[in-house]
């Protein structure tokens, strides 16, 4: 997929996929809020905005209030890419969140998902 096409991306499109891949595995929406949150810097309300104004990824990260200062512990393989070896800054946050996305699927506590 071209990046550019992903950078433009609704973040409000995405968004629905991340809450069913969790409620999937028996977690919940509130984590997902609290992992999305905990990256970005984003409340539970400027997150509904985010929603209502269908933000795209682009503007999404550019304007999160403050990434996480704990993301380069975020390491390992999303979607047959190292993700500390991912050149594109965007692109990188954008599999950041996916990484977390697929812990959380896959039953991590949200202690290890956050990096505490």
């Known amino acids: 997929m071209n990046k ?12 629905p996929h991340y809450v069913a891949k ?16 905990w990256l970005t810097g984003y409340s539970a309300i400027q997150l509904q905005i985010i929603l209502d104004q269908k933000v795209n990824f682009e503007t999404f990260f550019t304007e999160a209030p403050q ?9 390992g393989i999303i979607c047959g890419y190292r993700i500390e070896n991912i050149e594109d ?24 998902i956050l990096r505490k």
Do not use: C, H, W
Request: no cysteine.
């Open 22 to 37: 969790a409620e999937k595995k028996n977690r919940t929406k509130a984590e997902v809020d609290q992992i999305i949150g």
């Open 67 to 75: 990434l996480n200062k704990n993301v380069s512990k975020i390491t």
């Open 89 to 112: 800054p965007l692109m990188q946050k954008i599999r950041y969140l996916d990484k977390l996305i697929d812990e959380l699927a896959k039953g991590k506590t949200l202690e290890k």
């Open 4 to 15: 550019n096409r992903v950078f433009k991306m609704a973040f409000s499109s995405v968004y």
